[in-house]
């Protein structure tokens, strides 16, 4: 369940459901052929260069408190910019909005005010319906708990999303045996989340949240539950994933999670009150010194 504080509960099923046929399922090929092969690009080089993936603007969310009128503003008109391949770690104190905004950046709830515009298009007052087609066809969800279907084995849990995407099941299972293997499960297909370790169960996680080819993952405290080690190949997945230009969002407590991404932001009481970019990780074929923070403006 990704849905802490507001309204109702999706389960992993409707979060990651239904869609229209396969054929119709927008591929972002703008970004495939940097995604289909694995070689990794320097992860310095995509943020510079890339167009904005989501934006919110003025985004506001103001909830009541449970059984009274009074309003809580989880979120105070806040600005962001994400941009294609960026990998943005948010950071806050309970209570700060970081999940309210993750649910809206997740299309799973609505701002209050303001607007949300995911590639390109304003999903701010789209209806429910649509706001969970959205969802399932553009949006990844990586969960510190995993949400997998215990009954399942790591092969139909991934199939399950493309099964109400409605790609075919040879189509289907060809893509889960890829993804299970891109993730370092090809020994593992057969077994169930509870035949699985949590770093095994949490790759289970990243590769599902890959089978609709999102444009955008989002990450809640994705190493949470994990040993450091195991934290640490799972964050070093992310790096790949990032490298191939997937655009990443990580909510996190950990300083060494958000040291690892492109840039933090940092809420308190609903509002912005950092956006700091780190500086690149030196790549050898881009040579060292090439600028700091603002080279992936
Ligand atoms: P964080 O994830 O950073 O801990 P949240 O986004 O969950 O913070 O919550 C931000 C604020 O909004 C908190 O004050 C919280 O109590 C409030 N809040 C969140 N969800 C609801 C809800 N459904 N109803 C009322 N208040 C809520
Ligand atoms: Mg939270």
Do not use: W
Request: charged share 25%; proline share 6%; hydrophobic share 35%.
């Amino acid at each position: 369940m990704l849905r802490k504080g507001g309204g109702a509960v999706k389960t992993e099923l409707e979060v990651q459901s239904p869609g229209l046929p396969y054929d119709s399922v927008p591929r972002h090929s703008e970004l495939s052929n940097q995604r289909s092969a694995l070689s990794p690009q320097s992860s310095v080089l995509s943020p510079q260069h890339s167009s904005t993936v989501a934006a919110v603007t003025n985004l506001s969310k103001i909830y009541c408190k449970p059984g009274t009128t009074v309003e809580v503003a989880a979120l105070r008109s806040i600005n962001i910019d994400f941009k294609e391949g960026e990998y943005t770690a948010i950071m806050g104190a309970s209570g700060s909005g970081k999940s309210t905004l993750m649910n809206i950046l997740g299309c799973l709830d609505k701002p209050t005010h303001g607007s949300y515009t995911l590639g390109g298009q304003d999903v701010s007052a789209v209806t429910d319906d649509d706001l969970s087609e959205i969802r399932s066809r553009k949006i990844g969800f990586i969960f510190q708990n995993f949400n997998l279907i215990q009954q399942l084995t790591v092969l139909e849990n991934l199939e399950v999303p493309m099964f109400y995407l409605g790609i075919p099941p040879a189509k289907r299972r060809e893509r889960a045996t890829e993804l299970a293997r891109r993730v370092g499960l090809t020994e593992r297909l057969d077994h169930r989340p509870t035949q699985l370790s949590g770093g095994q169960q949490q790759r289970v996680c990243i590769a599902r949240a890959m089978v609709n080819d999102p444009l955008i993952i989002l990450a809640d405290e994705p190493t949470g539950a994990l040993d450091s080690k195991t934290g640490q190949q799972i964050l070093a997945l992310f790096d790949e994933l990032v490298a191939t230009g997937r655009t990443m969002l990580v909510v996190t407590h950990d300083p060494g999670v958000a040291a690892r991404c492109h840039r933090v932001i940092r809420l308190h009481d609903g509002e912005i009150v950092s956006d700091e970019r780190n500086a690149p990780t030196p790549s050898p074929s881009l040579g060292e010194g090439r600028g700091e923070g603002e080279a992936r403006k």
